[in-house]
């Protein structure tokens, strides 16, 4: 006796499902519902989230009321404290400042040196940071070298934004002395 198994059923079995007019309506249909569902879903959730939304304000507008109402010591001590912080915050900004001015020390005295004029010499040189100034005194053998010297001074990188001037020239007794200064420009 022979027995015959047939191994592909499904394979050789037609699909009767046809897509209709009335059954694309019906998959629209319930798809509308769903969205309409959702829809509804979500605008519950967006109403329960004002209502809590609207419960926080009022309790945030009752919390700023009580805070209004302390004692204004409190409030003096919290101005005090903030005063503190300020000046804390101040100390720090001008450490700061002075630190990043101690960056520039050595490239203004490379543009010091730059400047080397024959027959004019710097007996002092003082930079301050708090002023931003530069202040040079020295003496000259000729009046004019300070000139040079000046626009010699001017045309270094390493003092691009300063500008120099001469405050004080003596010319008596000889050798002339002169002092110049530089202010950061603004």
């Known amino acids: 006796m022979q027995q015959q198994i047939n191994l592909y059923p499904l394979l050789s079995k037609k699909s009767n499902f046809e897509l209709t007019r009335r059954t694309a309506l019906s998959v629209y249909g319930i798809v509308f519902l769903l969205l309409i569902i959702i829809y509804s879903i979500d605008f519950r959730q967006t109403k329960h989230l004002e209502i809590q939304y609207n419960a926080l304000y009022s309790k945030v507008s009752q919390l700023q009321q009580e805070l209004d109402k302390l004692p204004m010591s409190d409030a003096a001590a919290l101005k005090d404290a903030i005063h503190a912080l300020r000046q804390t915050a101040e100390?720090?900004?001008?450490?700061?400042?002075?630190?990043?001015?101690?960056?520039?020390?050595?490239?203004?005295?490379?543009?010091?040196?730059?400047?080397n004029i024959p027959g004019v010499w710097l007996t002092e040189?003082?930079?301050?940071?708090?002023?931003?100034?530069?202040?040079?005194?020295?003496?000259?053998?000729q009046t004019i070298l300070i000139e040079k010297r000046l626009m010699e001074l001017d045309k270094?990188?390493?003092?691009?934004?300063?500008?120099?001037?001469?405050?004080?020239?003596?010319?008596q007794p000889a050798p002339p002395h002169f002092e110049i200064s530089a202010n950061q420009e603004t």
Do not use: C, H, W
């Open 91 to 115: 100390t720090k900004v001008n450490v700061l400042n002075s630190l990043t001015y101690r960056k520039n020390f050595s490239g203004y005295l490379l543009g010091l040196a730059d400047t």
């Open 125 to 141: 040189i003082i930079f301050n940071n708090l002023e931003q100034r530069i202040n040079l005194k020295g003496f000259a053998l």
């Open 156 to 171: 270094q990188a390493a003092f691009s934004p300063m500008k120099f001037e001469v405050q004080n020239v003596i010319e």
